[in-house]
């Protein structure tokens, strides 16, 4: 087990679109594993293979609040089936865009399919903060980020900000 480091935005391996897995073998459980140990370290409800470098379509979910049971969901080649016309507005953050949150409107129930850590299909029907999670993370696999559903205004300004502090931190390193 593993806590791997997180990708920050702009960068071009948060932006492609990951490859399917064939079958959750051993490597992929590892990988769902160490998703999970960099989530709960962050700390963060939901994390996707992308953002530690990794361009195969696997995410990790816990949407469990602070005094509820930890939840872990691992998925790979996560789908979805169905989504409901009715909207939710949440507030969303993301790792790979630190400090950085945006309102951002999805649909409140999603029916979708993938398969779980021992390679079985599962189905699951979610809704509200879980279909939010779930559909932020898909939207990884496919180089979507949540700023993209925000104004190109708004959008622009945070990766802006982004990359002035990248060079900063560039800076104090060299320094
Ligand atoms: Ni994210």
Not at 107 to 118: K, S
């Amino acid at each position: 087990m593993a806590i791997l480091p997180i990708i920050i935005a702009p960068d071009r391996r948060l932006k492609i679109k990951c490859k399917p897995v064939d079958t959750v073998d051993d490597a992929i459980a590892t990988l769902m594993t160490d998703l999970l140990e960099t989530m709960y370290a962050a700390p963060g409800i939901g994390r996707a293979a992308p953002q530690v470098g990794v361009a195969k379509r696997v995410i990790v979910i816990d949407s469990a609040g602070k005094d509820e049971p930890p939840a872990p969901v691992k998925m790979a080649n996560p789908e979805l089936i169905s989504v409901s016309e009715e909207l939710w507005i949440h507030e969303e953050g993301c790792l790979s865009l630190p400090e950085y949150y945006a309102d951002v409107e999805r649909p409140r129930h999603i029916h979708m399919r993938y398969l779980d850590e021992n390679n079985a299909v599962q189905e699951l029907e979610a809704d509200e903060l879980l279909a939010t999670c779930i559909q932020h993370e898909i939207d990884h696999l496919s180089g979507t980020l949540f700023v993209d559903h925000i104004s190109a205004l708004k959008r622009n300004m945070i990766l802006r900000k982004l990359v002035k502090s990248k060079k900063q931190n560039l800076t104090t390193a060299a320094a």
